[in-house]
C-alpha cells in the first residue's frame, strides 16, 4: 500500500515562504496513473484544493492560490513539493498530500493521504 | 467556477439510523464525484469514487448515487465509527473542488 510521508516546518512568518515536502514509500513517484497533490484544511473548516503534479511536471493549481503556489517533483528522491509565498494569518492549516488517481488522463480523486502538517503563520 | 455544495451541515442520528448526505455541483459534472470520511486529527479517507464505486475495503452499508449535478451519500445502518465529517469532491474539471462537509452528529 502507498505511503506518504510529509516534512517541513510547522512555524512560517508572515510574508515569508511556505514550503513542505512529500516522500512517496512504497511504490513510484512516475507511475502512469497517478498525479500528486496538496490540499489544506485552516482550523475548525473544510478542505481546500491547492493544486496537482504529473512526475513529468505538468500542473495544475487553484485558482485562488495560483500566483502564489509552486509545485515540484524529484523523481530521483521520490518526492514532490509545495512552496506558497508571501503567507499570512489566513494560510495557517494542516497541509495534507496525497496520490490522485488519473482518469482520462487527468486527476482525478485523492486515494492515499500523508499524515497532514499543521503549518502555523505567525511571527 | 465550480461550486459544491453539501446538505445538510450537521446531522444528528443514532446508531443503526439510515443516513443520506446531498451534494450539488454547480454545473454538470457527470458521475466525476468522490465522497471522503474525516475523523478528527486525521486525514480524509475515500469511501467512494465516481459517484457509486465503493473503495476497496470501505463496508458495504456506505453507497453512493446520483450524476449530473446532485449526488447523494447513503449509509444503510449508522455504525458507532461513522460519526465523522463527510465531504464531496468533483473532479470533472482539472481542478479538486471540495464541498464544505456535513459533520455526523450522535443523536
Known amino acids: 500500500q502507498m505511503q506518504l510521508q510529509q516534512s517541513g516546518p510547522g512555524l512560517v512568518r508572515p510574508s515569508e515562504t511556505l514550503s513542505l515536502t512529500c516522500t512517496v514509500s512504497s511504490g513510484s513517484i512516475t507511475k502512469n496513473n497517478y498525479y500528486w497533490g496538496w490540499i489544506r484544511q485552516p482550523p475548525g473548516k473544510g478542505l481546500e484544493w491547492i493544486g496537482n503534479?504529473?512526475?513529468?511536471?505538468?500542473?495544475y493549481s487553484n485558482p485562488s492560490l495560483k500566483s502564489r503556489v509552486t509545485i515540484s517533483v524529484d523523481t530521483s528522491k521520490n518526492q514532490f513539493s509545495l512552496s506558497l509565498t508571501s503567507v499570512a494569518a489566513a494560510d495557517t492549516a494542516v497541509y495534507y498530500c496525497a496520490s490522485v488517481t488519473m482518469i482520462r488522463g487527468a486527476p482525478a480523486f485523492f486515494d492515499y493521504w500523508g499524515q497532514g502538517t499543521l503549518v502555523t503563520v505567525s511571527s | 467556477d465550480m461550486q459544491m455544495t453539501q446538505s445538510p451541515s450537521t446531522l444528528s442520528a443514532a446508531v443503526g439510523d439510515r443516513v443520506s448526505i446531498t451534494c450539488r455541483a454547480s454545473q454538470n459534472i457527470r458521475s466525476w464525484l468522490a465522497w471522503y470520511q474525516q475523523k478528527p486529527g486525521k486525514a480524509p479517507k475515500l469511501l467512494i469514487y465516481e459517484a457509486s464505486s465503493l473503495q476497496s475495503g470501505v463496508p458495504s452499508r456506505f453507497s453512493g448515487s446520483g450524476s449530473g449535478t446532485e449526488f447523494t451519500l447513503t449509509i444503510s445502518s449508522l455504525q458507532p465509527d461513522d460519526f465523522a465529517t463527510y465531504y464531496c469532491q468533483q473532479y470533472n474539471t482539472y481542478s479538486g473542488t471540495f464541498g464544505q462537509g456535513t459533520k455526523v452528529e450522535i443523536k
Open positions: 503534479i504529473y512526475y513529468s511536471g505538468s500542473t
